[in-house]
């Protein structure tokens, strides 16, 4: 499976932005998508999960509300659209992809997609 993630830059407070990931190779309707980031400093802090074919979400608490994970199936392509952003949420954000539901770790990832939230 390979992940190419994009639609990442600088916005301001209160500003949004749109990531895109492209997946590419195998997939199966049990593969988890998702988003996760890493500030400097910061533990790497899962962000969005969905469910390949079922389109089941969960996001972390700090983003309920405000972003909002979907996919194309017949795109091939996961989106993560962030609202209201925050200088809180500046970090590097990746694309994932876990086989099984309940693995604690994500089996690939893409590329970082850089987003800078100014105050």
């Known amino acids: 499976v390979q992940l190419q993630a994009s639609g990442g830059g600088l916005v301001q407070d209160g500003g949004s932005l749109r990531l895109s990931c492209a997946v590419s190779?195998?997939?199966?309707?049990?593969?988890?998508m998702g988003w996760f980031r890493q500030a400097p400093g910061k533990e790497r802090e899962d962000v969005a999960r969905?469910?390949?074919?079922?389109?089941?979400?969960w996001y972390t608490a700090s983003v309920k509300g405000r972003f909002a994970i979907s996919r194309d199936n017949a795109q091939n392509t996961v989106y993560l659209q962030m609202n209201n952003l925050k200088p809180e949420d500046t970090a590097v954000y990746y694309c994932?992809?876990?086989?099984?539901?309940?693995?604690?770790?994500?089996?690939?990832r893409g590329q970082g997609t850089l987003v800078t939230v100014s105050s």
């Open positions: 994932a992809a876990k086989t099984h539901p309940t693995d604690p770790t994500w089996d690939y």
């Open positions: 190779g195998r997939t199966f309707p049990s593969y988890v």
């Open positions: 969905i469910t390949w074919s079922g389109g089941n979400t």
